[in-house]
């Protein structure tokens, strides 16, 4: 739902945030080693370039999905990074 509380999914260091028309604001995390997480389709952004979140720490919260993402309705876009190389994440999450 929009307004839903997104949070951090790993303790990260904050490297970005920005905006774009596919995924509107985002952020993108350093997770250590070379692995990044971008996450998307957020407003109310609590975090900044620069800062260190614990998981579980609150990033914003869900918004009104772009004209990208408007048949599957509110969303959160979640894309992990080794590198440049996005890979599956399912390999990954616990």
Do not use: C, H, M, W
């Not at 772009?66 to 590198?83: D, I, K, M, R």
């Amino acid at each position: 739902e929009v307004s839903t509380p997104v949070t951090a999914p790993a303790n990260a260091k904050v490297l970005e945030g920005g905006n774009n028309e596919e995924i509107g604001n985002y952020v993108i995390l350093n997770l250590g080693n070379g692995y990044q997480a971008k996450i998307g389709n957020l407003k109310d952004i609590t975090v900044q370039e620069g800062q260190f979140v614990r998981q579980g720490n609150i990033l914003g919260a869900i918004s009104d999905p772009t004209a990208y993402y408007s048949v599957e309705g509110p969303n959160v876009y979640f894309q992990l990074l080794n590198g440049e190389t996005p890979i599956d994440p399912l390999d990954y999450l616990q």
